[in-house]
């Protein structure tokens, strides 16, 4: 995915843009750019490639480009390639051959090799290998066909595009001119109390001047001129004025700095203490044991179709799919159900609905973003073969999965996550899944609250309990100083834990580069286990629960043959302790929650691994925040 954002007003446009562009790296960062309109029918084209992900040497050439403060429109892009090498030519903002428009697009144009074809034949000179150009032709030739008519140039544009698209277009004649197009990829803007305008993939950027903002819908389309916005939708080639709903956005200009911390992984791992109360807030009732969820009491059909359920899916990628895996096995172990986890990258490839009936289905969508494009996909694969219900659990607010749920859904409420790799999310989704699993298990009668009340309580524990593995962070940088002495490492875990290994190894991978071996512990023994060599870092989940004893067999098979094990083990659980060759300690919960308190401590572990590889751990290699194309 690509980051986008442009303004437009009284002030020096450029800084805007370029501040606003720092807040939206996260969402890709090979390439950034920005386009000022300096004087009428005058752009100022200034993009750059950013070695691992460093904004600063780009941030001083444009200042050094010196736009001046009479620059009032400006519009930016932080690029994650999809079409097209890393390199400035495909960098946006891209133009079309009279340097007149401007555009910078999230997305991918389904049909770009058809309109390239189109666009040749009529004489375009196409200069880059990205689809974005297209866009920027196919616009100024509308302009001709409509004698400048911008609105039926606009419609007739967007009706020639395919795919999953959020785009803002400068048009170089009119200083005081944006168009946003939402067509399948977010787009939000802002109206600032002066007057002026943002434009951008999500609220982040806006944070700084005002909470209120419109995320666009599909199909829907701004042009904001004058001073003024017009609000209007695309349906079949006609402009149908609409009004867009004004939200509050989630989080606050602290939530998107770093606030003192070197990282934003580190702040997002070390402020959850003071952050996932926010996501339990007003949903326990920690005297009674009730847990209320209006997000999914809202809806009686909803409700209904819950109560009514016989199988239940878990869907996501990455990270939310380890967390849909935790919650699928609460669902089975405390509601006795049919419930199953699935990587949403697999979904439209397998008939996970087979020997159920899909009426009485019900698929959980697990997202932070709310933007993934393979779980968009699978929403509408499965809602396409007649489940019964689509509900979400996701962060941002106003995001493509919220569209395409059935109005059903947890926010987790954990605030902006800028970090590329996945950390208080995936504590918040676990416990957003907790408190969905004791709240179905009281509609559906099979657990009173008082019955509730000691897993209530160790829920709304974990975010003090996570201050006792934070403060271990020097001691976890120690372990993984000394894992550094090997170019790998393993991660076993049991049960709830083999998730929480599979989230570990996710960290590790994505943010050190190393290469990390992930496997049940029982599975070891039939294959890694060749792996081992004198030292060799193996970590353990070893917590104190039903599969504590097999894991003291599978640690004394791993010692056997020199393995360093790293065990994370239950606070007081002096055994387990002395035979592990380094402790990491949690305070007891239970194992589905225990899963949030080991994740963080190997996230820890994964963040000091990345900074002793050197690594950019904020922008990992090759990813972005979140994956819009398929
Ligand atoms: C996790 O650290 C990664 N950044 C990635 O696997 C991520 O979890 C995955 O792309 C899903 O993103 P989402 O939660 O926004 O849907």
Redo the contacts with the bound molecule.
């Keep these: 995915m690509c980051g986008i954002i442009g303004y437009v007003g009284q002030q020096p446009a450029v800084p805007i843009v370029l501040e606003g562009l720092s807040q939206l790296l996260y969402r890709g960062y090979d390439s950034a750019g920005v386009s000022g309109l300096i004087s009428p029918g005058v752009l100022r084209i200034v993009k750059q490639v950013l070695p691992d992900g460093q904004f600063d040497d780009f941030k001083a050439k444009v200042e050094d480009s010196r736009f001046p403060e009479s620059c009032t429109n400006a519009i930016g892009h932080t690029r994650w390639a999809t079409h097209g090498g890393r390199t400035v030519l495909n960098a946006h903002p891209h133009c079309d051959g009279s340097g007149q428009i401007a555009v910078v697009h999230n997305g991918m144009l389904e049909n770009w090799r058809e309109l390239k074809a189109e666009l040749i034949g009529l004489g375009c000179r196409i200069v880059s290998e990205t689809d974005t150009e297209l866009i920027a032709h196919l616009f100024a030739l509308k302009l001709q066909e409509t004698k400048g008519d911008i609105r039926q140039a606009i419609l007739s544009t967007v009706s020639s595009l395919q795919g999953a698209n959020g785009i803002l277009l400068q048009y170089a004649r009119y200083p005081d001119l944006l168009i946003g197009i939402r067509k399948g990829s977010p787009l939000s803007y802002a109206k600032l109390d002066d007057g002026a305008f943002m434009v951008a993939s999500t609220g982040d950027p806006f944070l700084p001047y005002t909470r209120r903002c419109k995320h666009l819908r599909d199909g829907d389309i701004i042009i904001i001129q004058g001073g003024k916005v017009e609000e209007f939708s695309f349906h079949n080639g006609r402009r149908i004025p609409v009004s867009i709903p004004s939200v509050e956005l989630e989080g606050s200009a602290e939530d998107v700095a770093l606030e003192g911390y070197p990282h934003f992984m580190l702040k997002e791992i070390m402020t959850q203490p003071e952050r996932l109360p926010d996501v339990l807030g007003g949903r326990l009732r920690l005297e009674t044991g009730l847990v209320k969820l209006g997000g999914l009491e809202a809806s009686s059909l909803a409700l209904k179709k819950l109560k009514r359920a016989k199988h239940f899916w878990f869907i ?5 799919y380890h967390a849909a895996q935790i919650v699928a096995r609460m669902f089975r172990q405390h509601l006795h159900v049919h419930a199953e986890a699935k990587q949403a990258s697999e979904v439209t490839l397998d008939d996970i609905l087979s020997g159920c009936s899909p009426g009485r289905s019900v698929v959980f969508a697990l ?3 709310g ?2 494009k393979d ?1 968009l996909d699978a929403i509408e694969y499965l809602r396409a073969r007649g489940v019964g219900l689509v509900a979400g659990i996701v962060n941002v607010v106003g995001s493509s999965l919220v569209t395409l749920t059935d109005g059903a859904g947890v926010y987790l409420r954990v605030g902006p996550e800028i970090g ?3 950390t208080k ?1 995936f504590s918040s989704q676990v416990l957003v899944g907790a408190m969905i699993t004791v709240w179905l298990a009281q509609q559906r009668g099979q657990l009173s609250p008082d019955q509730s009340i000691p897993f209530v309580r160790a829920i709304a524990e974990i975010p003090e309990q996570l201050r006792v593995v934070l403060a271990q962070s020097e001691a976890i940088r120690k372990l993984a100083e000394y894992i550094m002495k090997f170019t790998s490492l393993m991660m076993l875990g049991r049960g709830y834990h083999y998730a929480t290994a599979l989230e570990g190894h ?2 590790v991978v ?1 943010v050190s580069n190393m290469a990390c071996e992930v496997q049940p512990a029982g599975e070891m023994k039939h294959g890694p286990l060749a792996l081992v060599t004198d030292g060799y870092p193996v970590v353990m989940v070893a917590t104190r629960d039903s599969s504590r004893t097999a894991i003291l067999h599978n640690i004394s098979e791993l010692q056997a043959r020199g393995a360093f094990v790293i065990g994370i083990t239950t606070d007081g659980d002096t055994e387990m302790a002395k035979i592990v060759n380094q402790a990491i300690y949690i305070p007891d919960t239970p194992p589905e929650l225990a899963t949030i308190l080991a994740a963080t401590s190997l996230q820890l572990l994964a963040y000091h691994l990345g900074l002793l590889n050197e690594r950019n751990v904020d922008k990992p290699r090759n ?1 972005a ?3 819009t194309v398929k």
């Design positions: 996501g990628c990455g990270t939310s997202s932070q973003s933007e993934t779980l590329v790799a996945s999310a996710l960290k994505e990813l925040k979140a994956v």
